[in-house]
């Protein structure tokens, strides 16, 4: 059965291989992307793949919280059904990792995004469905001064701790939604991965991305992901597993979403808890 996918950052790296998968099996695939003329590329090689079904284009900075609420307004707007959202979007380094309003990019983009483009669409995401979080084996506990930006991080403390944020409140949202919504869980799509963010973070070609590909269109297709919702799967592991203790924590993962509540209405965008 085909279905309708909407892929983050799919314009190079993982998100790019993935999507190529994806359209060669048929699926309708919502690429989306923050370059324009990265999206045009990225469409006009998938619409050569033998067998491609319905490719889209959504362009959106992730790192501005109305960008992301008008793309989830767009594709809502196209769709009223999505079979699958993989939040596989990210940052790590960047010469600008402050937004204008004084948050690290990290959180914005790798935590706070991706919660609000799931939540915005989860009209359209019924029971069966499944959205697929990309974690990190990178993981530590979030700084709630720096995650309101009023302290700075480094690079690797930042995304570590909006990766376990993005964790946190995949455990957190799927608790509150039980049967009654999509499945959702996180994924590390394993370490070291040779994507551009790799090679420029750390100067090195990283892994086979094949290996990251190969589980996200598990995650999103194969049945042994049917009852995945609120677990995390460790792809350098090969299988589920624990993700950081705080991710386990009922109190702590209610902080953090309490958290992302705050940055986006302190960024005049509307957000709530779900429960």
Do not use: C
Not at 194 to 219: C, F, H, P, Q
Not at 225 to 247: I, L, Q, V
């Amino acid at each position: 059965m085909k279905k309708t996918i909407l892929l983050t950052g799919a314009t190079d790296g993982i998100g790019q291989e993935t999507a190529k998968l994806l359209v060669a099996e048929g699926h309708t695939v919502l690429l989306h992307g923050r370059s324009e003329e990265k999206l045009v590329k990225t469409k006009d090689i998938l619409s050569r793949i033998s067998g491609a079904g319905i490719i889209e284009a959504y362009r959106a900075d992730l790192s501005k919280l109305a960008e992301v609420d008008a793309l989830a307004s767009a594709v809502a707007k196209n769709h009223s059904k999505i079979d699958v959202v993989i939040n596989n979007a990210g940052v790590f380094s960047t010469p600008t990792p402050v937004t204008e309003e004084g948050y690290d990019i990290r959180f914005i983009v790798n935590t706070i995004a991706p919660y609000l483009l799931t939540t915005r669409l989860l009209p359209q995401l019924p029971t069966g469905s499944r959205v697929i979080n990309l974690s990190s084996a990178a993981q530590s506990p979030v700084n709630f001064d720096a995650f309101a930006g009023k302290t700075r991080l480094s690079d690797n403390d930042a995304y570590a701790q909006s990766k376990l944020g993005i964790t946190m409140w995949s455990f957190q949202l799927a608790n509150e939604l039980g049967n009654n919504g999509p499945s959702i869980m996180a994924v590390n799509p394993a370490s070291m991965l040779g994507s551009n963010m790799v090679k420029e973070a750390y100067g090195v070609e990283g892994k086979g991305l094949d290996i990251g590909t190969d589980i996200l269109v598990r995650a999103a297709l194969s049945d042994e992901f049917t009852n995945a919702s609120g677990r995390y799967f460790d792809n350098d592991k090969g299988e589920f597993s624990n993700p950081h203790p705080d991710a386990l924590s009922s109190d702590k993962n209610k902080k953090l979403v309490m958290a992302i509540v705050d940055v986006a209405r302190a960024l005049n965008v509307e957000i709530s808890e779900i429960s």
